[in-house]
């Protein structure tokens, strides 16, 4: 499977955004899809998931301000992102979970190509 992640950008403290994430090669409707981030000298972190069931995942620091959704029809996940905050500024990634029927935080691959967002203060 591939994956392309877009929709970043730049945007001001208390803005939103929403990125985008579109999979080709295979569906992905029977695997868990993650959002990650990895921001300049820093490990790439979780930052929400959403299994083929829909179940909801969120990273606390992200809780009440992104929603995760997806859209199998079209094989796509989004990541609506409001009150945005400088430390949000990252590449995000959309990887799907290594295995159908499968999901825990540490279990995705296919990462792709990411997007930029940049939150300025």
């Known amino acids: 499977v591939q994956l392309q992640a877009s929709g970043g950008g730049l945007v001001q403290a208390g803005g939103s955004l929403r990125l985008s994430c579109a999979a080709s090669g295979r569906t992905v409707r029977n695997y868990a899809m993650g959002w990650f981030r990895q921001a300049p000298g820093k490990e790439r972190e979780f930052v929400s998931a959403?299994?083929?069931?829909?179940?909801?995942d969120y990273e606390d620091s992200v809780k009440g301000r992104f929603t995760i959704s997806r859209d199998n029809a079209n094989n796509r996940v989004y990541l609506q992102m409001n009150s945005l905050k400088p430390e949000d500024t990252a590449v995000y990634y959309c990887?799907?979970?290594?295995?159908?029927?499968?999901?825990?935080?540490?279990?995705?691959?296919?990462w792709g190509q990411g997007t930029q967002l940049t939150v300025s203060s």
């Open positions: 959403i299994t083929w069931t829909g179940t909801l």
């Open positions: 990887p799907t979970g290594r295995r159908p029927h499968y999901y825990t935080r540490s279990d995705f691959g296919s």
